[in-house]
């Protein structure tokens, strides 16, 4: 982002700050709880919510115990880390009420009355209902306290000043209580409710604005997490094969569909919990999605479908591409290709193999970020598809760089990427940068 930006940002956020109340900027402390003492059923409702709203990817680093925090969260700010939520009293939320959390999540406002960044998704978490709320809070309440000290933030000034939140807050922070689809049915509707609010799948789907808040008016058309390109959904997916009904469920599931994608990146440990979660919600997930998905006429899928998987790769294939009109970029790639990936990337004969290359977001998506990805760190499997591991792949900049026009230029129907050694060169430094 240019720094110009950042500081047209700020002012007009400093401006709205002085149009509010000293209530506003400087909220004021809830006073801590005595006991805690919960119903188990409300116990198991909060554990299943918990895994849905993947408070561990953020709150449970590798190596953590617990909820305790610590975690590093990139944004396009600087570094924010979460927070110790078990109820340890010194350095978690041992001493928190209900209005305390409460706040917290639907707010963004700390006990002691500080205002939270927004990587903290409470902009989704707003819409939950009350019910929902007691339940997670409960749960939390019940785990075992860890004791850790929170990590401090790495943002620049004016940035790392929390009031200025309030201008945040008060410009795109808006919440109102979900209110379902009068055209949706009780399970679209349970779906629709735990996209929207728990689930924060808008977090990383849905596109941001400079300032780092969700374009509500562009839900689910694409978005960026971690370093990582996140598909737009729905009535705008990407896709060559229309997704139905049970590409959804076996994609959020199991983290696979046989004509989509492997869930790779950011996207693991949501569906490592949809996995461990109440089966009827995953389903509601994904009647929700299929609702919000226009119909696809199945002759033209099933076409489609033929036609990709007839782009893999036969080992009598000729990979000097002799005779084809190929790009020079991807006469080298295929070399790279057929060296380093075609032992698993080969042509389908059954379907323990990975799936077409031509398929995958990765494949098809604006820029080569994801295959970078894929290539440079590997794909650690879902829980529900453990077989399906790739190694990372060791090669050059050069040879990732053309070794992704191949890929491109074979696999897909999507135009020639740009700038390929640039960001090749840049995948390989954040890889080595980690
Ligand atoms: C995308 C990452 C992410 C996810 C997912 C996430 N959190 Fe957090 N959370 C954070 C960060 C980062 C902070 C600290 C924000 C700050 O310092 O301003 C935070 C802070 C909090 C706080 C305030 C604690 C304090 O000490 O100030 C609570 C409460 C909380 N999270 C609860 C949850 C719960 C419950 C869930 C799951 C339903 C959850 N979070 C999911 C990133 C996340
Ligand atoms: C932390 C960020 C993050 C969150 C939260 C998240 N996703 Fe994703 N999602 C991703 C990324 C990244 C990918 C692409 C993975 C890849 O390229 O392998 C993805 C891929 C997908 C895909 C495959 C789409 C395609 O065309 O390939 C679906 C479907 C999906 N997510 C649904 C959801 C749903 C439903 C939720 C909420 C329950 C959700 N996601 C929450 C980051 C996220
Ligand atoms: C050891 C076997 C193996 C090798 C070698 C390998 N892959 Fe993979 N690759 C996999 C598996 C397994 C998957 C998961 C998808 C599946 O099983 O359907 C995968 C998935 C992918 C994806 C999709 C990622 C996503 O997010 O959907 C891309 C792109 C990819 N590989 C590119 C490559 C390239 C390029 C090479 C060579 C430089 C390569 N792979 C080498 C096994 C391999």
């Not at 305790?68 to 880390?81: D, I, K, M, N």
């Not at 620049?156 to 379902?180: C, D, M, T, V, Y």
């Not at 929207?196 to 058309?221: D, L």
């Not at 760190?377 to 040879?399: C, F, T």
Request: charged share 20%; aromatic share 10%.
């Amino acid at each position: 982002m240019k720094r110009w930006h950042i500081l047209t940002g700020v002012s007009a956020i400093a401006v709205a700050v002085v149009g509010l109340s000293v209530a506003d900027v400087f909220p004021s402390e809830i006073p801590p709880i005595s006991q805690a003492d919960f119903d188990s059923d409300l116990v198991e409702q909060g554990e299943n919510l918990a895994l849905l709203g993947d408070c561990s990817s953020c709150h449970t680093p590798t190596g953590a115990q617990g909820l305790s925090g610590g975690f590093a969260l990139p944004t396009p700010f600087g570094t924010v880390y979460s927070t110790n939520i078990t109820p340890d009293p010194e350095t978690g939320i041992g001493t928190w009420s209900f209005a305390a959390f409460d706040r917290a999540m639907r707010e963004g406002i700390d006990r002691a009355g500080n205002h939270l960044y927004p990587a903290f998704p409470y902009d989704h978490f707003a819409s939950m209902t009350d019910e929902d709320m007691r339940a997670l809070y409960a749960f939390l309440m019940s785990e075992p306290p860890v004791s850790a000290l929170r990590k401090e933030n790495e943002l620049p000034f004016p940035l790392s000043l929390r009031p200025i939140l309030a201008g945040w807050k008060l410009l795109f922070h808006h919440p109102k209580p979900f209110e379902p689809d009068p055209e949706m049915d009780e399970e679209e509707n349970r779906g629709k409710y735990i996209a929207e609010t728990i689930g924060h799948c808008g977090a990383c789907h849905t596109p941001r604005n400079i300032f780092g808040a969700v374009k509500r008016s562009q839900a689910f058309e694409g978005g960026e997490a971690e370093g990582w390109l996140v598909p737009p959904l729905a009535a705008a997916s990407i896709a060559p094969a229309a997704w139905t009904l049970d590409d959804y469920a076996d994609y959020l599931f199991d983290g696979w569909s046989a004509h989509h994608a492997i869930a790779a990146g950011p996207m693991t440990s949501v569906v490592d919990h949809l996995f461990d979660s109440d089966e009827d919600d995953v389903f509601a997930i994904a009647a929700w999605l299929a609702a919000i998905t226009p119909e696809a006429d199945e002759a033209e899928r099933d076409e489609i479908i033929a036609k990709i998987s007839t782009r893999d790769l036969p080992e009598t294939f000729d990979f000097s591409l002799a005779g084809l009109d190929a790009p020079a970029e991807a006469q080298a790639g295929a070399l790279v290709f057929r060296d380093n990936c075609l032992k698993c990337h080969k042509e389908r004969i059954s379907d323990s193999q990975p799936i077409s290359l031509g398929f995958t977001y990765a494949a098809n998506a604006a820029a080569p970020t994801n295959l970078f990805a894929a290539v440079s760190h590997g794909i650690e499997p879902p829980l529900g598809v453990p077989s399906r591991k790739m190694q990372a792949v060791n090669i050059s900049a050069a040879e990732m760089a053309s070794v992704a026009a191949f890929v491109r230029w074979r696999f897909t129907d999507q135009p020639a990427w740009d700038n390929l050694l640039e960001d090749a060169e840049a995948a390989l430094k954040a890889k080595a940068d980690h």
